[in-house]
């Protein structure tokens, strides 16, 4: 799955079959290639979305037991992820070496574990695990030799 795919998807209490809010971003472990959790648009002040809390991420909507998984960002680290400022999309790819790598267009990730299987930029089909870094500049990969265009 994609996340421009993934992003206003409904996210719905299975318990009342009320809708809680709506995908608005990802909260993305550069460290493990992998999302940890959905950032909604909601009401309220909870918007975080922990992965382990999510029943099934389907090709409608995003199920959860109930309202009560919801909640604000635990610590700062969280707090920092689901920054709206760490969005992927339309940031560069850059190679540690400073190589550029194109600007990222999406990001494919398994809907059933939240690990990332690749970035996608206009130029190249990027390995996730070789992501060392996501900031609010740029997504920073380790040395990708013999990559060619996609």
């Known amino acids: 799955m994609r996340i421009t795919e993934a992003r206003r998807r409904p996210v719905v209490a299975t318990s009342s079959a009320t809708t809680l809010g709506h995908v608005a971003g990802f909260l993305i472990e550069a460290e493990t290639?992998?999302?940890?959790?959905?950032?909604?648009?909601?009401d309220g002040?909870?918007?975080?979305?922990?992965?382990d809390r999510l029943e099934a991420f389907g090709p409608d909507a995003v199920t959860v037991t109930d309202a009560d998984v919801l909640r604000t960002p635990a610590d700062s680290t969280e707090e920092?992820?689901?920054?709206?400022?760490?969005?992927?999309?339309?940031?560069?790819?850059?190679?540690?070496?400073?190589?550029?790598?194109?600007?990222?267009?999406?990001?494919?990730?398994?809907?059933?574990?939240g690990a990332l299987r690749a970035v996608l930029t206009e130029?190249?089909?990027?390995?996730?695990?070789?992501?060392?870094?996501?900031?609010?500049?740029?997504l920073v990969f380790g040395e990708l030799q013999g990559m060619t265009p996609a």
């Open 80 to 113: 920092r992820r689901a920054d709206p400022d760490l969005d992927p999309i339309g940031k560069p790819a850059i190679e540690e070496t400073g190589n550029g790598l194109g600007v990222v267009s999406d990001v494919d990730f398994d809907p059933e574990t």
């Open 123 to 138: 130029v190249y089909e990027l390995p996730a695990d070789k992501l060392l870094g996501l900031g609010g500049y740029a």
């Open 33 to 42: 290639a992998r999302i940890v959790g959905v950032r909604l648009e909601t």
């Open 45 to 51: 002040d909870a918007n975080v979305l922990p992965w």
